[in-house]
C-alpha cells in the first residue's frame, strides 16, 4: 500500500529535470510548435516514456511566478487536455473519513486496520484519503489541484464523503468534516481556526464561491436513519443517500449478519424519500446463500411498487476477500463465489430489466484484483457486459446509459416525457426530456407524498418536491459559454415549470425542493425562497 501511495503521489511532483525538460518543450510551444511533436521531441531520460500533459501546466504556472513566463491564458489554454466532458455537468470529488468501527457486522465487509469500516486502503477511491491522513480540508484541495492540473472544470463540485456508516460517527465530528471540505471549497480558514459564522457562514459564502458545492452525498445503513438523522443531514447540506440494501431476501439477511430485516430498510428508503434525498442503494449478488437464479428474482423485487426503487444504483457483487469473515466460510467449503462467466451472464439479464428513472453508477466494485481470493477479477466487467449484452440484442436503458452524447443539441427536437411510478409513501414523477434517438438531455425527479407527511417537517406541509433536478452537457466555467450545450438550453427552467403545473393539478400548494449549497443561487432566481431546511415556492 505504502509504494503504491508514494508511486502515486509522485506522479503530481516533478523533478528538478522533469521540470527543465517542461521548460524546454514550454518554449517551443510558445515558438508555435504543436503541442504533442514538442512533447515527443523531448522524451524522458531512461525510456520512462514522455512528459504529461499536467507537468507542463506545472511548469507553466512555475515559470510565470517566478517571472520567467507572461501570463499566457491562451497558452495554458492550448497546453491542457481538452476539457474533459464531464457528461454529468459535475466534478465529484470523494472524501474518505477516519478510521472507525462500524455497528454491523457484515461478513463480507472487508476490515483493514486504519481504514474506515469496509475501505482498503489501496482502493482507487481511498488511497488519497490515506494520503492526506483523513483530512477533508487536505483531500479537497489536493484534489481541486488535480482537477485543475488536467484543466478539468471545477466550479461545480459533488462532494462524496466515504468511509464505513457515517451516521456512526459523532455528530461533532460530522459537521466539522463537512465544514472542512467546504472552507476547502471556498479556499479559506486553512489554518482550521474558529470560522466567521459558523458552519452556517461557511456554507452562505459556499454559495457564491468559486467552487460551489452542487451535491452532497454520504453513505450508511438504513437502520441507522431516522427523522432526526434526516434533519441533521440536511441542516449539513446533504441531498443524496448511499444506503446498503444488499439483498431483499430476510434469509439472506441473516445469513450474511446483515443486522436488520428488509422492511426496516424499506421503512427507512421511504423515510429518505420523503425528505427529499436522492437514494443510491447498494445490491449485492452472489451473498452467502444466493444462487444466480435467486439474485435474479432479487433484482426484480428491487423495483416493485413500494419496494427500494432506488434513483441510482451500485451493483457490488460480493467479492471474496481474505479481510473479510466470509473467508472463514469460503475456507469450510460453505462459500462458492460465482465465475466470471456466471457473473456476466447473470448481470447481462438483469441490467436490461432497470427502469429508465434509475441510473446504474457501477456493476462492480473497483477492488485491486490482488485482493480477491477466488471469483471474478475483471474490474472492467462494465465494457465485456455491453458486449455481452448487445450480442444478445438487448440494451440497458438507464440513466447512465442514455445520457445525450451528442455536443450540438437541437432544442426544438427534444421531447418531454412523464415516467410515472408508485413507491407507497409518493407517487414519483420523472420527468425528462429526450432526443429523437432517446438519448436523455435533462430530468426532474417530483415527488408526491400521498398522505401527510409522516415526517412531520412543518416546512413540507402540503408541498410537493423536487428531488433532483439535472440536465447534461459539458460542464462549464461560470460564465463560459459553449452553443448547443444542454446546461445552457433553459431545460432545467422548463422541467421546473412542468413540475410546478403537476404539483398545482395534484393539489399542492408549495413546491418544495432539496437544494445544495451551491445550487440555491440557481433556485432563488426561479422564484424559490430559503426555508430552514428545504428552499420553497408556493404554487399559483
Ligand atoms: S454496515 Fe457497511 S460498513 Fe458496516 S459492516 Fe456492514 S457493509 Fe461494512
Ligand atoms: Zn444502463
Known amino acids: ?67 520567467d513566463l507572461m501570463a499566457a491564458p491562451e497558452l495554458l489554454a492550448r497546453i491542457r487536455m481538452k476539457p474533459i466532458r464531464t457528461l454529468s455537468g459535475v466534478a465529484t470529488i470523494t472524501v474518505l473519513t477516519k478510521p472507525a468501527p462500524c455497528p454491523g457486522e457484515c461478513i463480507f465487509c472487508p476490515t483493514e486496520e486504519n481504514m474506515p469500516q469496509s475501505y482498503l486502503s489501496d482502493e482507487p477511491g481511498a488511497r488519497r484519503g490515506v494520503e492526506n491522513n483523513f483530512d477533508p480540508y487536505r483531500q479537497v484541495a489536493s484534489r481541486l489541484k488535480g482537477l485543475h492540473e488536467v484543466g478539468h472544470p471545477t466550479d461545480k463540485i459533488e462532494l462524496l464523503i466515504l468511509g464505513g456508516s457515517w451516521t456512526a460517527y459523532p455528530k461533532d465530528y460530522q459537521e466539522w468534516f463537512v465544514r472542512r471540505c467546504l472552507e476547502a471549497m471556498n479556499e479559506e480558514n486553512p489554518e482550521d481556526n474558529a470560522p466567521e459564522g459558523g458552519l452556517l457562514g461557511v456554507q452562505i459564502r459556499n454559495t457564491m464561491a468559486q467552487h460551489r458545492n452542487v451535491g452532497m452525498v454520504i453513505e450508511t445503513r438504513p437502520d441507522l436513519v431516522n427523522r432526526e438523522e434526516l434533519v441533521f443531514y440536511r441542516k449539513l447540506g446533504v441531498t443524496k443517500l448511499q444506503i446498503g440494501v444488499q439483498s431483499l431476501d430476510d434469509s439472506i439477511l441473516v445469513l450474511n449478519k446483515r443486522g436488520h430485516t428488509v422492511q426496516e430498510m424499506v421503512a427507512a428508503i421511504q423515510m429518505i424519500r420523503l425528505a427529499g434525498f436522492k437514494i443510491v442503494a447498494h445490491w449485492m449478488p452472489n451473498l452467502l446463500g444466493a444462487t444466480p437464479q435467486s439474485d435474479r428474482l432479487d433484482y426484480a423485487r428491487l423495483w ?66 490482488n485482493h480477491v481470493v477466488e471469483g471474478n477479477r475483471n474490474t ?161
Open 304 to 369: 416493485r411498487d413500494g419496494s427500494v426503487q432506488p434513483d441510482e444504483l451500485k451493483i457490488y457483487p460480493c467479492q471474496l476477500l481474505k479481510q473479510a469473515e466470509l473467508y472463514e466460510y469460503w475456507k469450510r467449503g460453505e462459500y462458492k463465489p460465482y465465475t466470471e462467466d456466471e457473473l456476466t451472464d447473470l448481470l447481462a439479464d438483469i441490467k436490461p430489466t432497470t427502469p429508465r428513472y434509475c441510473r446504474i453508477n457501477r456493476v462492480i466494485r473497483d477492488i485491486p484484483s
Open 1 to 67: 500500500m505504502k509504494h503504491d501511495a508514494i508511486a502515486w503521489k509522485k506522479k503530481r511532483e516533478y523533478s528538478p529535470e522533469e521540470f527543465a525538460i517542461a521548460d524546454l518543450i514550454l518554449a517551443e510551444i510558445i515558438a508555435g510548435k504543436a503541442i504533442q511533436p514538442a512533447l515527443r521531441a523531448h522524451p524522458l531520460p531512461a525510456g520512462r516514456g514522455f512528459l504529461a500533459k499536467h507537468a507542463l501546466v506545472a511548469a507553466y504556472y512555475q515559470g510565470v511566478a517566478k517571472g
Open 380 to 540: 472492467s466487467l462494465r465494457q465485456d457486459l455491453a458486449a455481452r449484452m448487445q450480442a444478445k440484442g438487448q440494451k440497458c436503458q438507464c440513466i447512465r446509459c442514455r445520457e445525450v452524447r451528442s455536443k450540438d443539441m437541437d432544442v426544438e427536437t427534444l421531447e418531454m416525457h412523464d415516467l410515472v411510478y408508485d413507491t407507497g409513501q409518493t407517487v414519483e414523477h420523472f420527468i425528462s426530456f429526450d432526443t429523437a434517438t432517446d438519448e436523455l438531455a435533462g430530468f426532474l425527479r417530483l415527488s408526491l407524498p400521498k398522505a401527510n407527511n409522516p415526517l412531520a417537517i412543518a416546512e413540507l406541509d402540503s408541498a410537493a418536491m423536487i428531488r433532483e433536478v439535472h440536465v447534461f452537457g459539458q460542464s462549464l466555467e461560470i460564465g463560459a459559454d459553449i452553443k448547443g450545450a444542454a446546461q445552457h438550453l433553459g431545460l432545467g427552467k422548463k422541467l421546473i415549470e412542468q413540475a410546478s403545473l403537476i404539483s398545482l393539478q395534484a393539489g399542492f400548494t408549495h413546491l418544495a425542493v432539496i437544494s445544495a449549497i451551491g445550487t440555491r443561487e440557481y433556485y432563488r432566481k426561479r422564484g424559490f425562497t430559503e426555508g430552514e431546511l428545504y428552499m420553497q415556492k408556493a404554487l399559483a
